[in-house]
């Protein structure tokens, strides 16, 4: 009876063992895979916040040449007046 107590203890631990390494294994590659996700969110980001800046400063270049056909125009109605 002795050596089937030993021999359950061993099994015991072996599957203890065993399971608690493939949840350290399973959860060193979660982490490696979020680790991966936050660094595409991060450019995924960074174009967003570039994106946003070039949309403003296309609409100030656009307003600026707004202003300018308006000034030629005017020049021009000014010219044919003289």
């Known amino acids: 009876m002795t050596e089937e107590l030993i021999i359950a203890l061993l099994a015991l631990i072996g599957t203890l063992g065993g399971s608690f390494?493939?949840?350290?294994?399973?959860?060193?590659?979660?982490?490696?895979r979020i680790e991966q996700l936050e660094k595409k969110v991060d450019k995924h980001n960074s174009v967003i916040e570039?994106?946003?800046k070039l949309e403003k400063r296309l609409s100030l270049v656009e307003e600026?040449?707004?202003?300018?056909?308006?000034?030629?125009?005017?020049?021009?109605e000014y010219h044919k007046g003289c």
Request: aromatic share 8%; proline share 0%; no cysteine.
């Open 21 to 32: 390494m493939g949840v350290i294994t399973a959860n060193k590659l979660v982490n490696y």
């Open 50 to 52: 570039r994106t946003y």
């Open 64 to 76: 600026i040449m707004e202003r300018n056909e308006n000034t030629i125009e005017e020049l021009r």
